[in-house]
């Protein structure tokens, strides 16, 4: 049985949208997503906005999960990137169209970056633990 506690200590700020950290207590699986993009199973991008590539990167982590018997809400830590000059709220609004409320939310890193691949405009990997 995989135990695992989302750390909000004291005197940090809270948020209903991250955790401040995750403890995962051994023994346990653990998957290590590799960053996704928004892109189809041919590779093609799937649209010009952060929402739509957000939610095909999304689509991409649940097929990874669900290969392995898991699924979005075993993820203890996401890392998204996102090109400079995108509307951070679509990916926030794609990302809450994912994750369950009822969950408690996972450990975020949020980068800006110059850029990505040739029109690529979010790249999210990923840490499960089931």
């Given at each position: 049985?995989?135990?695992v506690?989302?750390?909000?200590?004291?005197g940090?700020?809270?948020?209903?949208?991250?955790?401040?950290?995750?403890?995962?207590?051994?023994?346990?699986?653990?998957?290590?997503?590799?960053?996704?993009?928004?892109?189809?199973?041919?590779?093609?991008?799937?649209g010009?906005?952060?929402?739509?590539?957000?939610?095909?990167?999304?689509?991409?982590?649940?097929?990874?999960?669900?290969?392995e018997?898991?699924?979005?809400?075993?993820?203890?830590?996401?890392?998204?990137?996102?090109?400079?000059g995108?509307?951070?709220?679509?990916?926030?609004?794609?990302?809450?169209?994912?994750?369950s409320r009822?969950?408690?939310?996972?450990?975020?890193?949020?980068?800006?970056?110059?850029?990505?691949?040739?029109?690529?405009?979010?790249?999210?990997?990923?840490?499960?633990?089931?």
């Open positions: 049985m995989t135990t506690r989302h750390i909000n200590p004291e940090l700020h809270r948020s209903p949208a991250f955790s401040q950290a995750v403890v995962v207590e051994q023994p346990t699986k653990t998957i290590y997503i590799g960053g996704q993009n928004g892109v189809d199973a041919a590779g093609a991008v799937v010009p906005t952060v929402y739509e590539q957000s939610r095909q990167a999304f689509r991409n982590l649940a097929t990874i999960l669900e290969s018997g898991a699924a979005l809400s075993d993820i203890v830590h996401w890392r998204i990137a996102t090109v400079a995108q509307s951070f709220d679509d990916g926030v609004r794609a990302f809450q169209e994912v994750w009822a969950d408690p939310p996972p450990a975020i890193t949020v980068h800006v970056v110059a850029a990505l691949g040739p029109g690529i405009l979010v790249e999210i990997d990923a840490v499960a633990a089931v």
